[in-house]
């Protein structure tokens, strides 16, 4: 896999009508520019409105924020962790 193909290395997996994504979304993004990422977004169901079957163990814990594929919060995203994360991160050579 090339690195143009892999994946973005912060996600927040979000639903529809979810009021706890919206502020997650925010504080995600901010983070994320302050650290020179960009933030994928994705949603847990399909355009028919049906949970995807990768995401089930995530259902009941959304938004839910994965930083190179490992969660790393959920429901309410903490910045200062997720600033600390990326610092780690970052530091440890993981970008790309």
Known sequence: ?????????VTLLIKPDCH???DALHIA?????EFGLSLSEQSIFDG???L???YVQFAEEVPVLLIDGIQRDFWKI??????????????????D
Request: proline share 10%; aromatic share 0%; glycine share 10%.
């Open 1 to 9: 896999m090339t690195s143009s193909d892999s994946p973005e290395p």
């Open 20 to 22: 706890l994504c919206g």
């Open 29 to 33: 993004r901010e983070v994320c520019l």
């Open 48 to 50: 028919s409105g049906a």
């Open 52 to 54: 995807l079957p990768e």
């Open 78 to 95: 903490d910045p200062v962790r997720m600033r600390r994360l990326l610092a780690v991160r970052r530091d440890s050579g993981g970008t």
